[in-house]
């Protein structure tokens, strides 16, 4: 079992830029596609953001493409989500995670199907 943690969320102000988190203590995440999704008040959960086990594919929603980066570090056996010029509309509780071995190109549509989930982080842009 794979338990995902998310870390870095907070209040920032419109412009302003976060990074974003996610370990799993104890667990390997080597062979783990991981992706982070979002979900804003009263809205549906969007999925934002993938970088495939092997860090070569990345893919981004158009909603945060040019501000957003993933990135992943094997020893640390971390990943991050850098955010930058935050919009309101950014706020969100932001999740992460993961599927064994699997392709990033339908996790936009697909990002519910994900087999492991962190608990989330709260992202909240404002003035």
């Known amino acids: 079992q794979v338990q995902l943690v998310e870390s870095g969320g907070d209040l920032v102000q419109p412009g302003g830029s976060l990074i974003l988190s996610c370990s799993a203590p104890?667990?390997?995440?080597?062979?783990?596609?991981i992706g982070w999704s979002r979900q804003a008040p009263g809205k549906e959960r969007e999925g934002i953001s993938c970088?495939?086990?092997?860090?070569?594919?990345?893919v981004y929603a158009d909603s945060v493409k040019g501000r957003f980066t993933i990135s992943r570090d094997s020893a640390k056996n971390t990943v991050w989500l850098q955010m930058k010029d935050l919009k309101p509309e950014d706020t969100a509780v932001y999740y992460c995670n993961a599927e064994f071995r699997v392709a990033c190109d339908h996790y936009l549509d697909a990002h519910y199907a994900m087999d492991y989930w962190g608990k989330g982080t709260l992202v909240t842009v404002s003035a």
């Open positions: 970088i495939t086990y092997s860090g070569t594919r990345t």
């Open positions: 104890g667990f390997n995440l080597d062979e783990y596609t």
